[in-house]
């Protein structure tokens, strides 16, 4: 558990920055994230989860 709520945290942080850093860009996907279809907004997030879930498995010392 101390794991995910650092992960979330993490997500947190690099979006916090993302914000700040470049708010006009972000923004800008915001806006291409709300003009985009259902169907090809939820395969880009099962593809993400899915790479996700093998990065930590990797890192995690997966067998």
């Not at 470049?22 to 291409?32: T, Y």
């Not at 259902?38 to 093998?54: N, P, Q, W, Y």
């Amino acid at each position: 558990m101390l794991d995910f709520i650092a992960a979330l945290g993490l997500v947190f942080a690099i979006e916090g920055i993302l914000f700040a850093a470049i708010p006009h860009l972000a923004k800008d996907a915001l806006r291409s994230a709300s003009e985009t279809p259902v169907e090809t907004m939820r395969l880009i997030g099962l593809g993400s989860a899915a790479l996700g879930v093998l990065l930590v498995w990797l890192v995690r010392g997966g067998t």
